[in-house]
């Protein structure tokens, strides 16, 4: 493993398979803890939920723009926020097809900034969502459910109501038209005429029960 060089396998002569892949750490699961967490209670088989599906309140985003140079807004939802770090990787491409990436122990170093919200601008003080911010980008995060602990009778349901990519799609479209209009003072048709040809749409991962779209 190098920067330079990314990562490299190579097999034995007679297997015949060399590849490589470029390097990609970052990190998979950065949440806040959410203030409906009485759905977690229960097991999984009683009702309740685990922790592998992403949410409004971040979780296990496994999106490998995560990384160094990025800065993740959540919305506080619980007194101290209560943020979770987790599931390294060195490199994964969009959706995880497999179930996992190069699943890697790290040590990180994130600084934690709180907005408070009667400082914040008119224009995102309703943001409620994973919003990513890179060095040449902001990329917004959307599931099939974009709260599974409410939304769902039976919150362990999500890992076959939420394998869909159309409800990913639908809410990560709606919330990309909502920031832009809001952001920037446009119009639903000039939102979208933006979008259509400027804004590319791709697929999270396909592996944590609730589907990701981003854009």
């Known amino acids: 493993v190098t920067d330079a060089g990314g990562i490299q396998y190579l097999s034995p002569e007679e297997a015949g398979l060399a590849w490589k892949v470029p390097l990609r750490p970052h ?60 599931d390294t990787h060195a490199a994964q491409g969009d959706s995880e097809l497999a179930g996992t990436a190069m699943e890697t122990s790290m040590t990180a170093k994130l600084r934690v900034t709180l907005h408070k919200a009667g400082s914040l601008p008119n224009k995102v003080a309703t943001l409620d969502f994973p919003l990513l911010e890179t060095l040449d980008k902001f990329v917004v995060h959307g599931f099939a459910y974009d709260n599974y602990l409410d939304q769902l009778a039976d919150p362990s349901d999500i890992f076959s109501e939420g394998t869909s990519l159309d409800l990913a799609m639908a809410d990560c479209y709606i919330k990309t038209r909502n920031c832009m209009m809001d952001v920037y003072s446009l119009t639903e048709e000039e939102t979208i005429a933006l979008m259509t040809t400027s804004v590319d749409f791709g697929i999270t991962q396909v592996v944590d029960g609730n589907w990701g779209v981003h854009a």
């Open 27 to 86: 990190i998979g699961t950065l949440a806040v803890m959410p203030n409906n967490t009485e759905n977690y209670i229960d097991e999984e088989a009683e009702g309740g939920a685990n922790t592998i599906p992403p949410a409004r309140f971040g979780g296990n985003i496994d999106d490998w723009r995560i990384g160094k140079g990025g800065t993740m807004f959540y919305r506080v939802e619980v007194p101290g926020a209560q943020i979770v770090v987790g």
